[in-house]
């Protein structure tokens, strides 16, 4: 089987000591900060309220939870107190209690959570600051930028008033129905008046909370401007003069409390795509309004093409002090184009991590983690806290899918390859890091049918012949949510696995009527025993 505290703002000073205050802490931060690997956790601003029970609602649930998912390996915590509205009782935007008289009243468990939190006076944010405090890891605020989650099914806690007033300022004006995800319906930053509405949040959490970075979550959701902004990549220059601007808040802030205040933008996988989408990261490094770029796949499948050497190489040229994080959605892998992530096995996870290692990735964030368990995977993040933790990952199988770009603008590729018919030759890639200690390799593919006859002989990889072939059952490697009717291990000799690029020719099947629905390079780990 395949396994599977407060601290309040310094007085007023004059400017030019603050700006000499900040210079000084600027050099100062970073040069310790450079020393210490970075483990950033991103939390769902979900996930706190709708998991306290029942009398719980209050300071000290809040600070259970924290304990939950906080548990010694993270040197960042990442806090999100928002999505299209506010989790928390916000003088600039509304809160997602709110009542609109436009919209179905649909309050969700976590949404009612909050609004009693915030009717006994408990700052859920600041609870979750002051344990950062106490425990010794750095607490950031992280700002969704243009949230749709649930906007197109007119319900309450999923729409503002703003947005409501202002269907001229949508990514397509006027339209108001769609799906419950439709880019759409998004924000298009464009317009001044989207910019200086995110710019009053971006102000007002700043001010409201004293923390030691800001991420603008430029994914949640990524379409930022309209589809011929994306086309000819006028987008850039919007979403440009707003990191400007937000640069400068941030700036007068950190100036004022004698602080240095990083930012983090989490953006595309692709450069190209990224700037595409208008969030233009690398001409951010090069302007010093960034600190750190956290490439990360949407959220449909983690991109096991995401090129860190290309980012890490445009990222040192234009600014060498900006740190690039290896992101991680665990969302999972989505495979056969179904939208729902189907989670993440632990040897695709330490897949994913070899190749950010091998690249030099040294700095990580995590994303959508919500099973805090003890498993040797989640225990890596939270406990481990991935520091000095490339021996285990080699230590473990790996598995390298074959997947997608799930973050695109309007005419890019997602390079989807799969499902595949197999009556014409299939060339995929698949890229790894090193091969390393391992024992064994195989190919794992699984099909909508019976495996076909012949399988055998007609794949290779790297020009290769496969030495052998063996049923198995889907669920033995893949997660509960597929349609395979069967799937197989074909195993080669691991002398035809390189390092890096990979190419895998499967087919022609002559009269093959079955799809192949995923495909994944496997790497038996050197000392694990049994047959793929």
Request: charged share 25%; with cysteine; glycine share 8%.
């Amino acid at each position: 089987m395949i396994s599977k505290k407060r601290y309040l703002p310094r007085p007023g000073k004059s400017r030019l000591l603050c700006a000499c205050v900040l210079a000084f802490c600027s050099v100062s931060a970073a040069a310790d900060e450079s020393k210490v690997p970075i483990v950033a956790l991103n939390q769902d601003l979900t996930q706190m309220p709708v998991s306290l029970a029942k009398g719980e609602e209050n300071a000290a649930g809040v600070r259970k939870y924290f304990n939950s998912v906080c548990k010694g390996g993270l040197t960042h915590f990442l806090i999100n107190p928002n999505g299209h509205n506010t989790a928390y009782a916000s003088e600039v935007w509304d809160p997602v209690w709110h009542h609109d008289d436009r919209l179905k009243d649909q309050p969700l468990k976590q949404f009612d959570n909050l609004r009693v939190l915030h009717e006994d006076g408990v700052d859920w944010v600041q609870v979750m600051i002051d344990a950062c405090r106490e425990q010794g890891v750095s607490p950031w605020i992280s700002m969704r930028m243009n949230d749709i989650h649930r906007i197109g099914d007119g319900v309450n806690w999923a729409n503002s008033k703003f947005w409501l007033d202002h269907p001229e300022l949508r990514r397509k004006p006027g339209k108001l129905k769609g799906g419950s995800f439709d880019s759409e319906l998004a924000f298009d930053f464009t317009y001044k008046e989207v910019r200086d509405h995110a710019l009053a949040l971006v102000r007002e959490m700043l001010e409201k909370w004293d923390v030691d970075g800001f991420e603008f979550d430029w994914l949640r959701f990524p379409h930022h401007v309209n589809d011929a902004a994306e086309q000819d990549h006028t987008g850039c220059a919007a979403l440009t003069e707003f990191m400007r601007e937000a640069k400068k808040i941030v700036d007068e802030i950190a100036a004022r409390r004698g602080k240095r205040l990083l930012v983090c933008v989490r953006v595309a996988a692709m450069p190209e795509a990224a700037v595409g989408l208008g969030t233009d990261a690398v001409q951010w490094a090069k302007e010093g309004l960034v600190d750190w770029v956290a490439p990360c796949n949407f959220f449909t499948t983690a991109d096991f093409a995401l090129p860190y050497p290309e980012w890490k190489a445009k990222l040192t040229a234009a600014n060498p002090n900006v740190r690039l994080l290896g992101a991680f959605d665990f969302a999972g892998v989505s495979r056969e184009n179904i939208w729902i992530p189907q989670g993440v096995t632990q040897a695709e996870f330490c897949g994913y991590l070899e190749r950010m290692y091998a690249a030099g990735v040294v700095d990580f964030e995590t994303f959508n983690l919500f099973n805090y368990s003890e498993s040797p995977m989640c225990r890596f993040v939270q406990i481990d806290g991935m520091r000095n933790g490339e021996r285990w990952v080699r230590s473990q199988d790996r598995a390298y899918p074959v997947t997608f770009h799930d973050a695109v603008p309007k005419g890019f590729s997602e390079d989807r390859r799969l499902p595949a018919k197999l009556d014409q030759p299939l060339d995929l890639e698949i890229g790894i890091g090193r091969v390393g200690d391992s024992s064994a390799a195989a190919l794992l593919l699984a099909f909508d049918g019976a495996i076909p006859s012949g399988l055998k002989d007609a794949v290779t990889v790297n020009g290769i012949a496969a030495t052998g072939i063996r049923s198995l059952p889907p669920k033995s490697w893949m997660l509960s949510i597929h349609s395979a009717k069967s799937s197989c291990g074909v195993r080669f000799p691991l002398s035809a696995i390189r390092d890096g690029q990979n190419l895998i020719r499967i087919g022609p099947l002559e009269g093959c009527g079955v799809r192949l629905l995923t495909c994944e390079l496997f790497l038996r780990a050197g000392e694990t025993k049994g047959e793929i």
